[in-house]
Each structure stands twice: as C-alpha cells, then as structure tokens.
C-alpha cells in the first residue's frame, strides 16, 4: 500500500514538472517569437518579479500573446472612413461599400503584438486592470483565474493596439460614483448597459472589417453585432465589471453566427445580454431567438474559446447508437450547401453518446469522421425535445401528396411586411383627381405568398392606379407589375410619402427585383402612379416586401429527403409554373429539404403534418 502511494506521489511530482516545464516552454517560445522587441516584455516580468499575482497575470498575457496581432492597411482606414458615414438608419452609399466594405484579409498587414508591443503600455494595463479588480466589492469573489479572462487582457481581438481603459473609465466612471453605488455586480452592469443603449448604436452589417477598436467605437457608435459587444467590454472591464463575450458560431435559420455580453455575478453565473436589445437582470437568459446547439465564450487565453452552454441550456441530449459506432461521434446542425455543420462531439460510451448542454426544440444529425476528414451521418436525423431524440424515419410504403411554398421559415418580420398590405386599395381611373374611379381592388386578407396576381374582370382603359394604404399600416412594397395582354406597363411618374431613406425608393417597385423595396414609414400612405397617357390593364401583380424565399416562378427546385445512413436522396426536379410546387411522392415521417438550383442561399428542413410545410423556427411568422 505504501509502495502505492509512493507510485502515485512520484506521478504528479512528474506530472507537476512536466506542467512547469511546459509553462517555461511557453513563456521562453512567446520570448522568442518577440524576436528584436524581447527585451520589452522581459523588462514587464522583472518589473513585476516580486510582485506576486501582477507577475502571474503578466505571464498570462506574455504567454498567449503570440496569438495577437492588429491588421493593418489602407483598406482597413478606408473601410473604417466609410463606415463612419452610415447614417442614423444604418445606410451608406452603396459605392463606398462596394469599394472599401470588404478588404481581403489575407493581404492585410499581420503587426503581432509580441513584436512591436511596449513594457510602458503592458505595465499600464495591468496596473489599471489590478485597481479596476481590487476596487469594486463584488470582486472579492473573483478568483485570479477569472480576473485574468473577465477584466485583465489588453485587447480583444484583431484590432489596433490603445490604451483604452482610462478614457472610458474617464467617460463611464459616473455611472457607479453617483448613479448606482450598490454592490450588486448585475445592477453595475444594469446601470452601464443602460447609458450605452441610451447613447445609441446603429448596426450595419454591410462592411466586413477587422475589429474596430476602442476610440474608434466611442466616437462612432457604428457597425455590427461583434462591435456592439466590443463597445461594451471596453466600458465595463474599464469599470470593473467582469465581462466576457458570448456566441455561436452558426444558425440554420441564418447561415450565420451571433455574439452578445454576459456579466459573472458573485455566485459564478452568467447572464448574457445584447447591451441595445434589452438590459441586463440576474436570471435572465439571453437569447435571440435562432437555433444554435450550442453556445461558446471567447477566452483570451489558450485555447481561446470555452463552452458555455451551460448557462444557456440545461438539457442533456442522449442518443442509443450501434454497437459498431466509432469511438467519437459528431452533432451537426443542418447547412444547406455542407449538409452539416459540426457543433460538438462526445465519446460513444456502453452503446450511448451523450452530449450535455443542447438546445431543446431544435433538429441535429449524428455523424462519423471518415478517414478522408468529410463526415457522414450514422443515423437518421431527430428533433430533440429536451428529453429525448425524436429521428425523422421515412416510411417509402406510405406516401403523401403536398402543396410546398417556401423553402425557408417564414420569419416575423417578412410576416409583418406581408400583413402591411392587407387592407390596402387598388383604384384605377382616367382622371388625376380619382372622382371616376372605374374598378377599385382590396386586399382582403395577409398574402399567404409573395406573388399575387389579379386578374381584372374586363380590360380597363386608364392613365392613374392609385395605392391607398390603411390608416395603421406602413408600406413596404416590392414590386408592382401591370399587363396590356403580356406587356409590362411602367407608370412614368410616382408620387407619394417620402422614402424611409435614400436607398429603398419607388421606383424600386418596378426594377424587377422583389428583393428590392420601396418603404414609407407614413401610415396610411397613398401612392399615385401616372402612366403618362391612357393605357389599357387587364391584370397587375403585387409583391410586399419579402425575403424571396417563396417559390418563384420560373426558378428551378429540388427536394431531397433524409434517408439516414444513405444521406439526402432525391424526390425529382422541377420547374415552377405558379408560386407553388406540388409533390406527390414524399414518404411518410421523412425530414426535408427543398433546394432552389437557379438562385438564394437560405434554406432550411422542414417535415408535413397535417399535409403542410413545418419549419423548426422560435422566430416564424404566427398569424
């Protein structure tokens, strides 16, 4: 027994020299990739050589900081210059986008910190972090570890190096001198959350820049999401307010990732919050509404990310697998052109893979790495309900004939755009002053797709259709198209409220383009379109504002279904000749996917119930 524990002692000495051996190797390998600019961060470590915890938290940031680097070129001052001139609905000159929005970022300049960094800035911010920690009450409950993730790095990703910390403590530091002089960690985010959301922040999510740094940010309260939450790291760390920066890396609903803030209270939780949405409250979990899986934490530190979904979600998914299955399995949210994008991976143990802190209400696959580095489902995919998987298995004995509409959610807000047309007039006449109107249309109820067509009981002779909003509704219109027996008629003048900003004019209603609008944020909004002369309509078609996701005629579609193990098989391709596509041979208890070969990029799987379209969406449209 002796001899045992004498082995176990001599494993963690050696485990213990191997750690601070291979912490040396760290520093000496950041040491040297500093190359002629070494001798800066040696003079920081013998600055802090008896100085305790500021020695180990400048171990910390020299350690992990040949990670870091500013990207530098003309392209980034420019784009940065254009950006500063969105207006206040988030707008800016298409040209300058198009010239300066999205620099190649392989041809930006790499300036590592490690090489060009000073001793006077690192012992600045340390020395500044160190006072934000001691000097707040609710950090005497966070842990040194903490400290060095939550309040102690000098930057946050790819943007210019600055001493940031004194000019917005110099701006914020009222907030928790006089507005709030509590101790609650939550409230002091609370009291800063709410100033910034008051000061105001307009997203534009047209540039795809490099981080926009520090004073950049105070002064122009411009840009993305990322930069939204960056805005706000750099005022609450500059307080002391523990702060980190949450995500995820991809929505099926979106095809794209998400980030927002979540403050560390005293008890080790964090409650997430996007500072411009809403304000932070202890027991609040912030979400945005998409699917995710699975939610992260960026670290400063190696390996610079940390899963975090537990703060988010509290279900753990188990799935029963083959008794074949590989050592390691994969989860993987539906992408329609990868066909899976990975989300987490856990170890098949006793017949099981278990994979904790999964989003509920949301549909996975469960897929192997194959030797060529592609992944292949093991399995069928499932809707996981917050207890158990429910897999989507196609019975090929019993099919269903269904009438398809969209190939993506319906999401709220293209819902909200359609209802503004209901309830809105049509009027044809000869005369300017419509007091002979010769047919008038209403729109009796909130389309149920994006193309409508009316056909006029007989031919109209006329020069004026007017437009005529209701009295509580906006407009948002995509195009309007008028017949003379297959000829497009184009009105040659528009009068009505002013656009909602210089870009989404009327006639953006007749380009040919239903992704483009016109928008008015005038209830009750009347629109006169003037032929020039009299011309003769025998139908018109209108189309709301929309995300182009319906079927469109004319357009080339493909339906696929899951066929576990045998992946996605094809149900046949066909041409739309109406807003709709009718299939009569999908198998029974199968999961979906309609794909438009001709033109889009969003596109998410669906199952029938009740002989219609259902989408897993929190943010669908609900009449």
């Known amino acids: 027994m002796m001899k045992e524990h004498l082995s176990i002692y001599a494993l963690l000495l050696l ?56 990207r530098r070129g003309i392209p980034v001052d420019s784009g940065k ?30 300036v590592y910190d490690s090489q060009v960094i000073t001793a006077d800035f690192l012992i600045c911010n340390i020395d500044h972090a160190f006072d934000a920690w001691k000097s707040r009450p609710w950090n005497k409950y966070l842990s040194f570890e903490d400290f060095c993730e939550l309040i102690l790095p000098y930057r946050i990703d790819d943007e210019p190096l600055e001493e940031w910390r004194s000019i917005y403590k110099k701006r914020y530091a009222f907030l928790l001198d006089s507005v709030y002089k509590g101790t609650d960690v939550v409230e002091a ?8 959301k008051e000061e105001g922040f307009v997203y534009n999510w047209e540039f795809g820049l490099p981080h926009l740094g520090a004073s950049f940010l105070l002064d122009h309260r411009m840009g993305t999401c990322v930069d939204a939450c960056d805005l706000t790291l750099y005022a609450m760390r500059s307080l002391g307010i523990p702060v980190a920066v949450d995500y995820y890396l991809y929505s099926s609903e979106t095809r794209k990732g998400h980030t927002w803030n979540s403050v560390r209270d005293t008890t ?28 992260f934490r960026r670290c400063f530190g190696d390996p610079y990310y940390a899963d975090a979904s537990a703060d988010y979600f509290p279900d753990t998914l188990r799935v029963k697998v083959a008794a074949e299955s590989p050592e390691y399995l994969f989860l993987g949210i539906f992408h329609p052109k990868k066909k899976w ?21 949301a549909i996975y696959g469960l897929l192997e790495k194959k030797g060529d580095g592609s992944f292949a489902t093991v399995d069928y995919p499932f809707y996981f309900d917050g207890k158990s998987p429910h897999f989507y298995v196609p019975d090929k004995e019993k099919e269903e004939s269904v009438v398809l509409y969209r190939k993506h959610p319906l999401m709220a807000w293209i819902g909200t755009y359609l209802d503004e047309i209901h309830g809105a007039r049509f009027d044809f006449s000869d005369t300017e002053d419509f007091k002979r109107i010769k047919y008038t249309y209403q729109v009796s109820d909130t389309p149920s797709v ?25 407009t948002n219109i ?68 929309n995300d182009d996701n319906f079927i469109r005629m004319g357009d080339t579609y493909e339906l696929y279904y899951h066929d576990g193990k045998n992946d996605w098989v094809s149900l046949g391709q066909k041409i739309a000749t109406k807003p709709e596509l009718t299939y009569d041979n999908l198998p029974h208890g199968a999961l979906f996917h309609l794909r438009c070969l001709t033109r889009g990029e969003e596109e998410q799987v669906f199952h029938i119930k009740d002989g219609k379209q259902v989408f ?8």
């Not at 800066?40 to 990670?67: C, T, W």
């Not at 985010?189 to 910034?196: E, F, I, N, P, S």
């Open 450 to 474: 994006c193309y409508n067509e009316v056909l006029l009981p007989v031919r109209l002779k006329c020069r004026y259709v007017r437009y005529q909003a209701m009295e509580c509704k906006n």
């Open 341 to 361: 994008v990975i989300a987490h991976v856990a170890e098949v143990c006793n017949g099981e893979v278990v994979f904790p802190h999964v989003e509920p209400d």
């Open 189 to 196: 985010a609370a009291t800063v959350g709410k100033c910034l």
């Open 81 to 110: 210059a254009a950006l500063a001139t969105v207006d206040t609905t988030g707008l800016v000159l298409p040209a300058l986008v198009e010239r300066w929005g999205h620099p190649d970022m392989n041809i930006l300049e790499k």
């Open 616 to 623: 897993i969406s929190n943010l669908s449209y609900v009449r």
């Open 268 to 295: 080790g939780a964090f409650w997430g919050m996007w500072v411009t949405d809403k304000e932070w409250k202890r027991g609040q979990v912030y979400r945005d509404g998409r699917k995710s899986g699975k939610i």
């Open 478 to 545: 995509g195009e309007l198209l008028f017949w003379e027996e297959g000829t497009r008629l184009y009105p040659v003048t528009v009068e009505g409220p002013p656009a909602e900003n210089p870009v989404n004019v009327s006639g953006r209603m007749f380009d040919d383009d239903p992704l483009t609008y016109y928008s008015t944020r005038s209830p009750g909004a009347t629109l006169l379109m003037d032929f020039g002369t009299q011309v003769e309509i025998d139908s018109f078609v209108f189309i709301p504002r």
């Open 15 to 70: 485990l213990l020299f191997a750690a601070c051996n291979g912490n040396n190797r760290k520093l000496e390998y950041a040491l040297q990739f500093a190359g002629n600019n070494r001798g800066e961060l040696e003079q920081v470590l013998a600055h802090y050589k008896d100085s305790g915890l500021k020695y180990e938290a400048a171990r910390f940031l020299i350690e992990n900081m040949p990670h870091y680097y500013e």
